[in-house]
T-cell receptor
Framework: AQSVTQLGSHVSVSEGALVLLRCNYSSSVPPYLFWYVQYPNQGLQLLLKYTSAATLVKGINGFEAEFKKSETSFHLTKPSAHMSDAAEYFCAVSPSGGYQKVTFGTGTKLQVIP | DADVTQTPRNRITKTGKRIMLECSQTKGHDRMYWYRQDPGLGLRLIYYSFDVKDINKGEISDGYSVSRQAQAKFSLSLESAIPNQTALYFC?????????????FGPGTRLTVL
């Protein structure tokens, strides 16, 4: 069984401030982990993914995430928020070792305040 | 042009009506998926298909059926729509190249069942 918990359904940050979106996972086997972003009225698009290579993963638009096995976490960060970062962000997990469906978290809406 | 398209983008219907949502892709991917998104619940998998002859139920398939007419087309049907099927529906594709498949999402169909 696998699951993802995103702490905080809404997060507000000031423009230029650090963005930190939290994701904790549960998986009985080594996981693959993903962050997707959904802009208003659009489908989801991949920000970054972890597939057991480097634990620090860099994605698009200046985002990065660090896989921490001891903490079962995969938090998403960006040093300086832009207005264009306002969107909903989804963490997702998939077990490695054979096709398994991807399980999505419930999402975190990021608001960027000017 | 969008790689994954969905029609219609918005639909309002009445309880008991049959509804079909269509998805087309030009990415050449074998794998296709249907998800529904509800506020606070994230994305939940309805059906997925690895190729034209391989269709599988997801976690919430009751009340839904699908048809994979061709590699590029995957339709979702609600045989007799009910109000709790009001949701945002997404089609997605993936290349099936490995175990860490990135999924590519369409823009979504907003369905309202009165």
């Amino acid at each position: 069984a696998q699951s993802v918990t995103q702490l905080g359904s809404h997060v507000s940050v000031s423009e230029g401030a650090l963005v930190l979106l939290r994701c904790n996972y549960s998986s009985s086997v080594p996981p693959y982990l993903f962050w997707y972003v959904q802009y208003p009225n659009q489908g989801l698009q991949l920000l970054l993914k972890y597939t057991s290579a480097a634990t620090l993963v860099k994605g698009i638009n200046g985002f990065e995430a660090e896989f921490k096995k001891s903490e079962t976490s995969f938090h998403l960060t960006k040093p300086s928020a832009h207005m264009s970062d306002a969107a909903e962000y989804f963490c997702a997990v998939s077990p490695s070792g054979g096709y398994q469906k991807v399980t999505f978290g419930t999402g975190t809406k990021l608001q960027v305040i000017p | 042009d969008a790689d994954v398209t969905q029609t219609p983008r918005n639909r309002i219907t009445k309880t008991g009506k049959r509804i079909m949502l269509e998805c087309s892709q030009t990415k050449g991917h074998d794998r296709m998926y249907w998800y529904r998104q509800d506020p606070g619940l994230g994305l939940r998998l309805i059906y997925y298909s690895f190729d034209v002859k391989d269709i599988n139920k997801g976690e919430i398939s009751d009340g839904y059926s699908v048809s994979r007419q061709a590699q590029a087309k995957f339709s979702l049907s609600l045989e007799s729509a009910i109000p709790n099927q009001t949701a945002l529906y997404f089609c997605a594709t993936s290349p099936g190249q490995g175990l860490s498949d990135t999924q590519y999402f369409g823009p979504g169909t907003r369905l309202t069942v009165l």
